[in-house]
């Protein structure tokens, strides 16, 4: 992230503080931000004023090279919030630009979240220290260890992980290969009962972590009899900033559709467009009406994609149909990732290999950047450590989950909280050599 200093950035500092210019790290932002008149680089004349570098020659005054700088336009400061987000990190940008455009209002809503985040330090300086791993009866009086996350840790998101039957059979589901306890039914447990959400709730004040994801271990989150009533208590407890997004299969969705417009954001796991690769990959025959889905969803949905030898060929092997079809369909973000190997990943980063999860069931060690689509192509950024390319307007990032840079704390349907990204590293009574699909 980089910030806006009356109205602009200056690249000499930030090629001093970084070593790199601006053009190299915000390429494709700049230049959406130069060619729709939003920016303009100026250059800075000896009595202080800053010049368009375009008209500096015939300004007739002494500018410095080294003083340039990417200024707002006048147009620009009139979509002031969605400019700035173009130079944020990925969280703070999808904040940033759900908001009203304006430079007051961006600041009101600054000082405001400094000021919650001053009074949640006070408050820890206070006598909310670090919590440790601990044990204690719950309701039906079994013993249970709750590992608690440490309530100073920064994380990009919390997950609310439901367990119980399914509507879908996929073979690779997490599910399959948790201990029991951790895919125990909740579906028809009210937020006031449900294990270990009020010290999750505790936990992500504390850290300031204000984005809940809906998802499950065994169970698709729309199942859930109380998706509503949780939503409510969680933009209670967490305040105006709370985000809410839904990782979900979507055939719930449609019939869902006013709970379903009520989070922030939507991540459905669709593995192919084709219906026999679909059946084999998802174990049923219906598949959710995405196109319709889109054209009634009011909030942004990203697809997300399991590749294994079942999908290659399509998503990204000589047939490379389904990148190109979920453009069309009107997708903005896809997300593809491979059926992670635990055993395998920690083998590989243990050898020193290249840490991207690899199957065993006709695969090899192919990796997905290794499928023809990719070809001659280079990424445009990086997110959490992952490549992000594009397709014609829509990111697709390749996503590894050894190397991800991304942090959680998870709540499990038996109420163990777990700060382990990978779900398969929370605690259990075992930890079985079995492919899993990250949820």
Not at 252 to 263: D, E, G, R, S, V
Not at 315 to 338: H, I, N, Y
Not at 389 to 406: I, L, Q, R
Request: negative net charge.
């Amino acid at each position: 992230s980089v910030s806006f200093y009356f109205g602009g950035i200056d690249d000499g500092y930030f090629r001093a503080a970084f070593g790199v210019g601006l053009e190299e790290v915000f390429e494709p932002e700049i230049d959406f931000a130069l060619d729709a008149g939003l920016m303009q680089w100026e250059v800075e004349a000896d009595d202080g004023s800053l010049v368009p570098e375009s008209l500096a020659a015939s300004s007739g005054k002494a500018v410095r090279a080294d003083r340039r700088r990417l200024q707002l336009t006048k147009e620009g400061k009139r979509h002031f919030a969605g400019v700035i987000s173009l130079f944020y990190s990925p969280g703070v940008q999808a904040h940033v630009a759900q908001l009203p455009g304006g430079e007051p209002d961006v600041a009101d809503a600054a000082r405001e979240a400094l000021e919650r985040r001053q009074a949640r330090k006070q408050a820890e300086v206070g006598g909310v220290g670090r919590s440790t791993a601990k044990a204690g009866n719950d309701a039906s009086g079994q013993r249970q260890e709750e590992t608690s996350a440490d309530s100073t840790d920064d994380f990009d998101f919390g997950n609310i992980l439901f367990g119980g039957p399914c509507n879908q059979k996929c073979p690779f589901c997490i599910g399959l290969h948790l201990a029991p306890s951790l895919t125990s039914t909740s579906l028809r447990t009210p937020p006031s009962e449900l294990k270990g959400l009020p010290e999750f709730i505790k936990q992500m004040q504390a850290s300031g972590t204000t984005k809940v994801i809906f998802t499950g271990t065994s169970t698709d989150p729309q199942l859930y009899k109380y998706e509503a009533d949780l939503q409510a208590v969680l933009r209670e407890e967490l305040g105006k900033d709370c985000h809410l997004s839904l990782h979900t299969n979507g055939l719930l969705a449609m019939k869902k559709l006013k709970i379903f417009n009520q989070y922030d954001s939507c991540t459905l796991s669709l593995n192919s467009l084709q219906p026999d690769i679909f059946r084999r990959m998802h174990g049923v025959r219906t598949m959710p009406d995405l196109a319709t889905l889109l054209s009634v969803s009011e909030i942004p949905v990203k697809l997300s994609c399991v590749v294994n030898k079942e999908n290659w060929e399509e998503v990204v092997g000589a047939d490379g149909s389904f990148l190109p079809r979920c453009r069309d369909l009107g997708l903005r973000r896809v997300a593809l990732r491979m059926v992670h190997t635990p055993m395998t990943a920690r083998q590989v980063t243990a050898a020193g290999g290249d840490g991207q999860p690899h199957e065993e069931d006709g695969l090899g060690r192919r990796r997905l950047l290794e499928g023809k689509v990719f070809e001659g192509m280079s990424p445009v950024r990086f997110f959490r450590g992952n490549p992000v390319f594009d397709f014609g307007g829509m990111e697709c990032t390749v996503w590894d989950f050894d190397h991800t840079e991304s942090r959680s704390i998870n709540l499990f349907p038996d109420g163990t909280i777990s700060d382990k990204y990978l779900l398969g590293a929370a605690p259990q009574p075992q930890s079985p050599n079995h492919h899993i699909a990250q949820k």
